[in-house]
C-alpha cells in the first residue's frame, strides 16, 4: 500500500490586516521558499520560482501578481504538496503544472499560482502560493476557496498524475508479452 499524496493548505485572510502588510508577509514568504536552507543536491536553479507557463519567475512579478488578484476575504493561500515516499514523481515542476491544472478545471477558474520544489528534506515537495482571485470563463473575478474536498481531489489526482500510472503500464505490458510468449513456445512445442 503507498503512502498518499500530502496536502497541507493555509490561507492568509484579509481580517484585521492592511494590504501593505499582506503584501510584506507575501514577499517574505517567497523569499523564505526560495532561500530557506538547501541540502547538497539543491542548486539555486532548483529552487527557482516557477508558474503555470515558466520555469523562472522573478519573484516581485509573482508578489504584484498575486497581491493584485486578492479577494475581500482572502489575499494568497499557501499550500505544501508532497507526493509521499511510495509515490515516484520524475518531474515535480510539470507534476505541480498538472495539478494546478486540474485544480483550475475543478474550481472553474483561471489561477493565479506560483511554486517553489524543495528536496531538502526526506519527502520531496512543492510550496504553492495562490492568489485569492481568479478569472472565470468571462475574465470575471472570482475568490478562490479551498475546502476539505478539495485537499481531497488534490491527493487523488495528485496520485493519478504521478509515475505510478507509467510504472503500472509497463509492468501490465511486459505481463501480456511474457504471456504471449508463454503461448508462442507452447504452440511451437506442440508443432515439434
Not at 37 to 62: C, M
Not at 140 to 156: H, N, R, S, T
Amino acid at each position: 500500500m503507498s503512502r498518499p499524496v500530502v496536502v497541507r493548505h493555509r490561507y492568509i485572510g484579509t481580517g484585521r490586516m492592511r494590504p501593505s502588510d499582506a503584501k510584506r508577509q507575501l514577499t517574505a514568504h517567497i523569499k523564505y521558499i526560495e532561500h530557506r536552507s538547501r541540502d547538497a543536491n539543491e542548486s539555486r536553479d532548483d529552487r527557482r520560482l516557477f508558474s503555470a507557463a515558466e520555469d523562472v519567475v522573478n519573484r516581485r512579478d509573482a508578489v504584484i501578481d498575486i497581491s493584485s488578484n486578492a479577494s475581500p476575504r482572502v489575499y494568497f493561500h499557501k499550500i505544501m504538496l508532497s507526493p509521499g515516499p511510495d509515490i515516484p514523481v520524475s518531474d515535480m515542476r510539470q507534476w505541480t503544472r498538472d495539478l494546478m491544472r486540474a485544480l483550475e478545471q475543478r474550481c472553474g477558474l483561471h489561477l493565479h499560482w506560483y511554486a517553489v520544489q524543495h528536496h531538502n528534506t526526506e519527502h520531496s515537495h512543492v510550496h504553492v502560493i495562490i492568489s485569492g482571485c481568479g478569472e472565470d470563463q468571462t475574465g470575471q473575478l472570482e475568490p478562490v476557496f479551498l475546502c476539505p474536498d478539495d485537499y481531497a481531489f488534490l491527493k487523488e489526482r495528485g496520485k493519478e498524475l504521478s509515475d505510478l500510472a507509467y510504472h503500472q503500464l509497463i509492468k501490465d505490458t511486459l505481463r501480456v508479452i511474457n504471456q504471449q510468449d508463454s503461448i508462442l513456445e507452447k504452440g511451437s512445442r506442440d508443432e515439434h
